[in-house]
């Protein structure tokens, strides 16, 4: 089955996309992949973990709104369709189920150190300042109505099956020919001459009335106005309210005698260690210390492989491997320890420092107590504050009475659709930039208000849907106008395409060129010289699809025709090859195609890895939900 789904990654726009999966994902993390409502129909079952049906839409859902936003105005269902997106969110998803397992049965265990990190580095976990939020974290949770011990959990994994993928995809040697090529085929150059057929010299009959009502009737879609909604709506950050928060004295220290174990520091050592990948390598660096040899000197002489991360800082006894604990703790100052084994190889440690244990004083822990205790105060202050807003409105309250009750200014926006624009196709004003702010507006029923929603950086919002207009079509008298150039339009750009369709054909001899160019009224341009890569030649912005056919061409030959962004369409004939400039290599070229090459290879090597666990454990797929319908799979 593994097979199946990678084969559909097989050609350069699904690996393209594979990409974007696979960076999406390390963006998000692991939240959308943590609710669940109870539903117990999978779409997939790898090894002993099961792939939800509501974990892939959910996947889908994300990864379709991605790519939509990708491709901007450009979108369309088509274009969507031919990407097979729902195959390629299933395959990643299997993925990172497969090295789930891996890392699991290989007994990688990332440390409360790692995870924390991780969780502590997340942008959506920060404030505006670009520091952790607690807050924002908690929040987090409850939006996803999850726990924070089983979103540690699933991180925890998430990290280890990354530690695989890591490994597998470091450092690959390139073949430096295969760079020299790349790079000379993207730095050669092209000269070319366009002869462009203009719309202006193609007569356009303006149509009749049946004409364009049969148009209309026949492109409804290009007629119809969304749905637009009028939004008001109240805001307000939790520092705002957490500003107000007051600790006293006694909160402090009571505080302090209460969680005097927190204050309280382990023994720590200064510890230095030597990592060999065989007993007997080990064996005679220990003899040569213990002959006199410095530590120092033994690290540089003696083959280990941790060249560049001798040293390990100040160390607790649970941050070391579990068979040097004892040993290394029960070392005198400046002391070494006898070859130890580990999973990593063999180890000799040395302890260049002793700090015993102490409690710190209350302080010296007066600030960070403080700090939490504000923040608790804050958090039940914040607490209050949502549900007493929540519990007006529930009451009767309409939301300008209970923003006036609460000190809250109240804000309007609207009419606006799905996308954030205005029936004039501008962008709404007023629009503000909250997470999720349309998605729930266009979930909240009219004349009613949202719930609380909590946005990035602290920032909190609920909002009150004030009127719909519903998605309608416009009558053919208000779009008359628009129906008639949008027919003429179809209508020029179809007898553009024949034309032009024909003309290639017949420019494709050249010794026709000279009387077609006179008959057909061609516009004559010289563009180049310039790369495939380059987005204009002069002031022509070319289509890529023109610049690919010309660099498929030899001097003399002619391409096919192209529509240009005026509705023009060009012919080009290419004029003279440039070879890349070998004398003057561009360094930062050369290191992105090294780049660009060594991916591909580390992402062939995942691949291959992927499918290797495939074997390992078996995959099945409920194709049956797979190739259902997207709408009808999400309800």
């Known amino acids: ?23 999406t994902f390390g963006i998000w993390g692991i939240g959308d992949m943590l609710r669940h409502n109870g539903r117990n129909v999978n779409i997939a079952t790898v090894g002993d973990k099961n792939i939800s049906l509501e974990e892939y839409q959910r996947s889908l859902r994300r990864e379709t709104e991605n790519v939509r936003q990708a491709i901007g105005e450009n979108y369309s269902p088509e274009m969507l369709k031919t990407l097979d997106l729902p195959h390629h969110v299933l395959h990643d998803l299997v993925t990172q189920t497969l090295l789930k397992l891996e890392s699991a049965s290989l007994q ?37 109505g999850i726990s924070e011990k089983i979103y540690v959990d699933h991180l925890r994994q998430d990290i280890a099956s990354g530690i695989i993928a890591d490994t597998l995809m470091a450092s690959v040697p390139l073949p430096e020919t295969a760079v020299q090529t790349l790079y000379e085929a993207r730095n050669q150059e092209r000269t070319a001459t366009l002869y462009i057929l ?91 210390l213990k002959a006199g040899t410095s530590f120092d000197q033994v690290a540089k002489t003696t083959p280990i492989i941790n060249k560049n991360a001798t040293s390990m800082g100040k160390t607790q006894r649970d941050q070391l491997v579990e068979s040097a604990e004892d040993a290394v703790f029960s070392l005198p100052k400046d002391g070494f320890t006898d070859p130890i084994q580990s999973p990593f190889g063999w180890h000799i440690f040395r302890v260049t420092a002793i700090e015993p244990p102490a409690t710190a004083s209350f302080e010296e822990s007066r600030a960070a107590i403080e700090k939490d205790l504000k923040q608790k105060s804050g958090e039940e202050a914040l607490n209050k504050m949502a549900n007493s807003l929540e519990d007006s409105l529930a009451g009767g309250s309409t939301l300008p009475e209970a923003a006036k009750e609460f000190g809250l200014t109240i804000h309007t926006v609207g009419p606006l659709d799905r996308a954030g624009r205005s029936p004039d196709d501008s962008p709404a004003k007023g629009l503000p930039e909250f997470d999720k702010f349309i998605d729930t507006a266009f979930k909240t029923e009219e004349k009613t208000e949202s719930s609380l ?17 519903p998605a309608h079509l416009r009558n053919l008298a208000e779009v008359k106008s628009q129906a008639t150039a949008n027919l003429q339009r179809q209508e020029l750009n179809k007898h553009m395409a024949a034309l032009a369709e024909d003309l290639a054909k017949k420019f494709s001899v050249a010794s026709t060129r000279e009387a077609l160019i006179t008959s057909d009224k061609l516009k ?5 010289p310039f790369k495939q890569s380059d987005q204009k030649s002069g002031e ?32 080009a004939v290419v004029k003279d090859i440039i070879p890349a400039d070998k004398s003057s290599k561009n360094d930062k070229a050369l290191a992105d195609i090294r780049e660009e090459i060594g991916n591909a290879a580390r992402h062939e090597i995942l691949e291959e890895y992927t499918r290797y666990l495939g074997g390992k454990y078996a995959i099945t797929v409920n194709q049956s939900l797979l190739e259902a319908p997207s709408d009808n799979a999400a309800e």
């Open 1 to 23: 089955m593994l097979n199946e789904l990678r084969s559909l990654a097989g050609n350069l726009g699904a690996k393209l996309l594979l990409a974007f999966l696979v960076i």
């Open 108 to 144: 990688i265990v990332p440390s409360d150190t790692d995870v924390v990190r991780r969780i502590r580095s997340n942008q959506r976990f920060q404030d505006s300042k670009g520091n952790f939020d607690k807050n924002i974290f908690e929040a987090f949770l409850r939006n996803n």
């Open 198 to 288: 203009g719309t202006s010299s193609i007569p356009t009959a303006k149509p009749d009335d049946a004409q364009v009502e049969a148009y209309y009737h026949a492109h409804e879609n290009e007629f119809k106005a969304p749905e637009y909604r009028s939004i008001s709506y109240v805001s307000f950050t939790n520092a705002d309210v957490q500003a107000k928060a007051t600790v006293s004295e006694d909160e402090l220290k009571g505080a302090y005698q209460e969680r005097i174990d927190e204050f309280k520091k382990p023994e720590r050592r200064v510890v230095d260690q030597l990592i060999y990948d065989s007993e007997d390598k080990a064996k005679k660096a220990a003899a040569m």
């Open 453 to 469: 929603v909590s946005s990035k950086g602290g920032l909190n919002y609920l909002l009150r849907v004030d009127s719909i207009t």
């Open 524 to 528: 004559i341009s010289p563009v180049g």
């Open 540 to 571: 022509l912005k070319l289509p890529q699809s023109l610049k690919a056919d010309i660099f498929s061409h030899k001097p003399g030959e002619s391409t096919s025709a192209y529509p240009l962004d005026n509705g023009d369409y060009a012919i």
